[in-house]
């Protein structure tokens, strides 16, 4: 664990923050389970991990009170679901990362209050927008993920092949 990280975020402790998100590098499980044991402030990581077993890591250690697991990095849906019942069943939180438009659907079904982020800046690429009331976000309930990419997907697009042609 690294001086610097430990003395800022001690300072940060007498703002009463909701957690402080990845003071160290975010692979140190070690580094992280020394902190949060010096801290009241909870520690949140994981955002960046890609794997069951990198989150278990931190969960094992008690590096994280609130853990960010990424569907889209971690392996998909079932990965995602099983970090959070490995954190469930350590009594953390969750605050998946990213991609609210997937993450509001598993989110809803943790079992304890999450947080889900919020990113304006991908609501182009959908006809329809997430639905937030009173600082909660509402799960659509339109078939799938009840969103429908918009044109604008294209301008996004790296580049295009056509299928089923040949040079």
């Given at each position: 664990m690294?001086?610097?990280?430990?003395?800022?975020?001690?300072?940060?402790?007498?703002?009463?923050?909701?957690?402080?998100?990845?003071?160290?590098?975010c692979y140190d499980a070690e580094g992280h389970a020394a902190l949060a044991a010096q801290l009241d402030t909870p520690i949140t990581t994981g955002e960046m991990l890609t794997s069951v077993s990198e989150h278990w890591e931190f969960i094992r250690l008690c590096g994280a009170n609130y853990l960010m697991p990424d569907a889209l990095r971690v392996g998909g849906i079932t990965p995602f679901l099983k970090v959070a019942t490995l954190a469930d069943h350590a009594g953390l939180m969750l605050a998946p990362h990213f991609a609210m438009e997937l993450h509001v659907h598993l989110a809803a079904c943790y079992l304890r209050e999450p947080w889900v982020e919020h990113f304006e800046w991908l609501e182009p690429l959908f006809n329809e927008w997430l639905e937030t009331k009173n600082g909660r976000m509402m799960v659509p309930t339109r078939p799938g993920l009840g969103l429908m990419l918009s044109e604008r997907v294209k301008e996004w697009t790296a580049q295009e092949v056509e299928i089923g042609t040949r040079a």
């Open positions: 690294g001086p610097t990280a430990q003395r800022i975020c001690r300072t940060f402790e007498q703002f009463n923050l909701i957690w402080i998100e990845e003071p160290l590098d």
